[in-house]
Nanobody, 122 residues
Framework: QVQLVESGGGLVQAGGSLRLSCAAS????????LGWFRQAPGKEREFVAV????????YYADSVKGRFTISRDNAKNTVYLQMNSLKPEDTAVYYC???????????????WGQGTQVTVSS
């Protein structure tokens, strides 16, 4: 089992940057694929990015491709989401998630953090 805690959210102007972190506790962090999802008010949770266990593979939603970068540091049990060129439509609560296999569907993940709010002002 793994516990996840996100941090790094906040208020930023359009065009700015934020880096989200998700720290994991529990065993075998390196055994898990890690994903980032987001949920805006009144909308369903949507996929943002995913990274494989050994960082060999990453995949992004079209809406963030070229602006966001997912990475992980297995020695620190942490996954990151670097967000550049932020837009107001990126405003949402951002969640990290973990499971044994990488996926872009939220229902595929068994472990979730509590979320961190990102607000992008125009």
């Amino acid at each position: 089992q793994v516990q996840l805690v996100e941090s790094g959210g906040g208020l930023v102007q359009a065009g700015g940057s934020l880096r989200l972190s998700c720290a994991a506790s529990g065993r075998a962090f390196s055994s898990y694929a890690l994903g980032w999802f987001r949920q805006a008010p009144g909308k369903e949770r949507e996929f943002v990015a995913v990274i494989s266990r050994n960082s060999g593979s990453t995949y992004y939603a079209d809406s963030v491709k070229g602006r966001f970068t997912i990475s992980r540091d297995n020695a620190k049990n942490t996954v990151y989401l670097q967000m550049n060129s932020l837009k107001p439509e990126d405003t949402a609560v951002y969640y990290c998630a973990a499971d044994l296999r990488p996926a872009i569907v939220a229902a595929s993940y068994n472990y979730w953090g509590q979320g961190t709010q990102v607000t992008v002002s125009s």
